[in-house]
């Protein structure tokens, strides 16, 4: 049996003694302790000091020495309330409601548009079918055989046709021309027009009326009107006159773009200055011709229809009656084997110059886009000797400070494009400036020493004083007899 010392330890028992076998029993009144309850004495363990404290924990079980854990629970929920359902067929009938509303409603609305787009395209076809028997009774009122009508449908005319319809837009133009080298002696030049507007705005070339002290226009019916000159450019050999006149017979603008080789053209004009009013018929014989008149390199259409001196400023023809160019220059006189020159003929394109003379008519000078520099045609042999580009505008100057001394460019530079037009010549460079005006800004192709250079550039407006002539009026000293016809021709006229 176990012994405990007075500090409450098991006291181990000694070798020689020996544990009972079996145990005493104990007294019948001690009661049992509980199955897992904790004792304070046992065998081999010590008592708790707090076995007989007065204080008793909420986790302590009643009615035991020992503690035991109860876990805390969660009150019970409230059960919930069910969700009253309404029958199937009730919903059924709800959503149903809903889809009829909603396809009442786009019904409504497509019903509404639909009457208004019905009734603004019964408006519509009502203003447009009013236009066309406007255009109608306008057409039916022309005379038979008009350009005007001929234009809208397309038509040709025949020769007489067009000129009934033409020759009241032709004038015969005469300028009064100051010698410089013979004092007090006065000449006259003589060419021909066409009326652009009917309050009086008049086209002629610039040689026509190139240092006139006074100008007169003579139209069809013989009415004579003084008229003044508003601008020129020597350089495309354009010149607009203005006579106080309304209700002048404007003649029709067409588009020189659409000319082939072959097309039939007629000239109206005031041939040798007495021939008023004389038509001739030919056929477009080329296109983009170089020539070169008064030191000026212009684009023309090459025509057989017969020019002469007096024909300069007039119109020429496509057969709806439309201007498709501006009559300037021929060849004539013998060739070095003694050969006559006939039937060649030039016309300025109009498409070339509608832009100039706008210029003209609002400014007095023409404000197109200017590089600032000289250039000249490519010379194709030297190029291709040293295995350069055979075309393009060769630069020999370049002005200081103008637009292409500002991106850059530099003599000896050869101008290839100038944005996305090609440059194959002088010519190529000056069409391609005629699409800018200035202040745009574009870019600018060059080839330098082999290599090709993209450069950005902003265009300079044309210097007015270059609307001047920029060829010698100089009596010449040496020459053919037609340069000689040249200088008397302009200052004694025709």
């Known amino acids: 049996m176990d012994t405990f010392d007075d500090n409450g330890f098991n006291q181990v028992p000694g070798e020689n003694e020996h544990a009972p076998s079996e145990p005493e029993s104990q007294p019948l009144s001690q009661p049992q302790p509980e199955q897992g309850a904790y004792h304070g004495t046992g065998a081999g363990r010590r008592e708790s000091p707090y076995a007989s404290s007065p204080y008793v924990t ?44 909603v396809i009442a409603g786009c019904a409504c609305t497509a019903d509404l548009v639909n009457a208004s787009w019905k009734d603004r395209t019964e408006a519509i076809v009502e203003d447009l079918n009013s236009q066309i028997a406007d255009l109608q009774q306008q057409l039916d009122s022309l005379p038979a055989g008009s350009a005007q009508q001929a234009a809208l449908s397309g038509d040709a005319l025949t020769p007489a046709q067009l000129y009934n319809s033409c020759v009241d837009s032709v004038v015969a133009i005469s300028s009064t021309v100051a010698d410089s080298y013979f004092q007090g002696t006065e ?3 003589t060419g021909s027009g066409f009326i652009l507007t009917a309050d009086g705005y008049i086209i002629t070339n610039y040689h026509v009326v190139e240092n006139a002290s006074s100008v007169e226009v003579t139209t069809h019916d013989a009415a004579v009107y003084p008229a003044q000159v508003v601008g020129y450019d020597a350089s495309n050999d354009i010149a607009v006159l203005k006579v106080e006149a309304e209700g002048l017979s404007a003649a029709a603008i067409g588009s020189s773009g659409s000319l082939a080789i072959g097309d039939m053209v007629a000239a109206i004009g005031n041939p040798l200055g007495e021939l008023t009013a004389t038509q001739t018929i030919g056929y477009v014989s080329g296109i983009n011709r170089e020539v070169s008149t008064d030191n000026t390199i212009i684009s023309m259409i090459q025509t057989d229809a017969a020019i002469n001196p007096g024909n300069s400023g007039g119109p020429l023809f496509n057969m709806q009656g439309q201007v498709v160019g501006i009559t300037t220059a021929k060849y004539s006189g013998t060739t070095g084997s003694g050969a006559s ?25 023409v404000t197109g886009a200017y590089l600032g520099v000289t250039v000249q045609n490519n010379d194709a042999e030297a190029a291709a000797k040293y295995g350069l580009p055979t075309e393009g505008a060769y630069v020999l100057t370049v002005e200081e400070g103008a637009a292409a001394h500002r991106a850059g460019i530099q003599p000896k530079d050869l101008i290839v494009k100038l944005d996305t037009y090609e440059v ?10 005629r699409n800018f005006k200035a202040g745009d800004t574009t870019t600018i192709t060059v080839v330098r ?30 020459g053919d007899y037609e340069d000689w016809y040249e200088f008397f021709r302009r200052y004694f006229g025709d």
């Open 187 to 189: 000449g006259t030049s």
């Open 341 to 365: 020159i006939e039937g060649i003929g030039f016309a300025i394109p109009i498409d070339d110059v509608t832009g100039i003379i706008s210029d003209l008519i609002d400014y007095g000078y």
């Open 424 to 433: 194959g010549s002088v010519i190529d460079l000056t069409r391609a400036l």
């Open 58 to 101: 909420n986790s302590q079980p009643q009615g035991g020495s020992g503690y035991q854990y109860q876990p805390q629970t969660q009150p019970p929920e409230k059960p919930k309330k069910k969700r009253r359902q309404h029958p199937a067929w009730k919903r059924a009938v709800s959503v149903l409601a809903v889809v009829a509303l």
């Open 449 to 478: 020493s082999g290599q090709e250079l993209t450069l950005d550039i902003t265009l300079d407006e044309k210097p007015r004083d270059l609307n001047a002539s920029e060829s010698d009026p100089s009596m010449p000293s040496e």
